[in-house]
C-alpha cells in the first residue's frame, strides 16, 4: 500500500509541452523528495523540499511542496526526449515511503 | 569513485528456495537501505543498516533479514520464497545523518524472479 498517491500514473507528451505531476497524501512528511528512474537503474534523487509552501527550480523542472506539507508537484517546462522516465515522489518521516511512480515519455 | 554496486544482475529461484543479494556502498558512505520494487510500483522499504546493526524496517516478514559488514557492505537474505517475492531490489547508500532525509545513491538493482 503506497502512502503516497501519484498522479497520473502514465503520461505521453509531444516534445516542447509542458507537463505536471503530481503528489497527494493523507500525512504530514517532514521532507519530500522527487525521484527520476530510468529502466535498469535505481531512483536518481531530483530535489528535496522541506518548508510548506518551498518552490524550487532546477533548469526547466519546478518542484512545489504544500503548506500543509502533504502535497507536492513537479512541472517540466519545455519537455524533452530525455526527460523521459518514471517519476517518484517520497515522503520522509525517518523512512522514505514512496508513491507508484507516473511514467513519462516524451516523444520527439 | 564507484558508485553503488550490487550483485548479482539477475537471478531466478524457485518458490521455498532461500536468496542472499548483496550490496556495496559508494565510497564514504556507512548506511545501507534495502527496498522492494515490485513491478509498476514505487520502491518499498525494507530496513536500514548502520553501524552493523538494522536501525529502520518497514512492513516485512521476518523471512526478509539483513546484515552489514564492518567494511559496510551489506546482504539482504529472503528466506522460504514465495512468488510474491519477484521484485526488483534496490540498496541505497548514505552517510548517517539525523534531522533531514539522508541523500541516498541507489544501486541498479538486483531484478529476482521467483518460479
Known amino acids: 500500500t503506497q502512502l503516497l498517491e501519484q498522479s497520473p500514473q502514465f503520461l505521453s507528451i509531444q516534445e516542447g509541452e509542458n507537463l505536471t505531476v503530481y503528489c497527494n497524501s493523507s500525512s504530514v512528511f517532514s521532507s519530500l523528495q522527487w525521484y527520476r528512474q530510468e529502466p535498469g537503474e535505481g531512483p536518481v534523487l531530483l530535489v528535496t523540499v522541506v518548508t510548506g509552501g518551498e518552490v524550487k527550480k532546477l533548469k526547466r523542472l519546478t518542484f512545489q511542496f504544500g503548506d500543509a506539507r502533504k502535497d507536492s508537484s513537479l512541472h517540466i517546462t519545455a519537455a524533452q526526449p530525455g526527460d523521459t522516465g518514471l517519476y517518484l515522489c517520497a515522503g520522509y518521516d525517518y523512512k522514505l515511503s514512496f508513491g507508484a511512480g507516473t511514467t513519462v515519455t516524451v516523444r520527439a | 569513485d564507484a558508485g553503488v554496486t550490487q550483485s548479482p544482475t539477475h537471478l531466478i529461484k524457485t518458490r521455498g528456495q532461500q536468496v542472499t543479494l548483496r550490496c556495496s556502498p559508494k565510497s564514504g558512505h556507512d548506511t545501507v537501505s534495502w527496498y522492494q520494487q515490485a513491478l509498476g510500483q514505487g520502491p518499498q522499504f525494507i530496513f536500514q543498516?548502520?553501524?552493523?546493526?538494522?536501525?529502520q524496517r518497514g512492513n516485512f516478514p521476518d523471512r526478509f533479514s539483513g546484515h552489514q559488514f564492518p567494511n559496510y557492505s551489506s546482504e539482504l537474505n529472503v528466506n522460504a520464497l514465495l512468488l510474491g517475492d519477484s521484485a526488483l531490489y534496490l540498496c541505497?547508500?548514505?552517510?548517517?545523518?539525523?534531522?533531514?532525509?539522508?541523500?541516498?545513491?541507489f544501486g541498479p538493482g538486483t531484478r529476482l524472479t521467483v518460479l
Open positions: 541505497a547508500s548514505s552517510i548517517g545523518a539525523g534531522g533531514l532525509p539522508d541523500t541516498q545513491y
Open positions: 543498516y548502520y553501524e552493523e546493526e538494522e536501525r
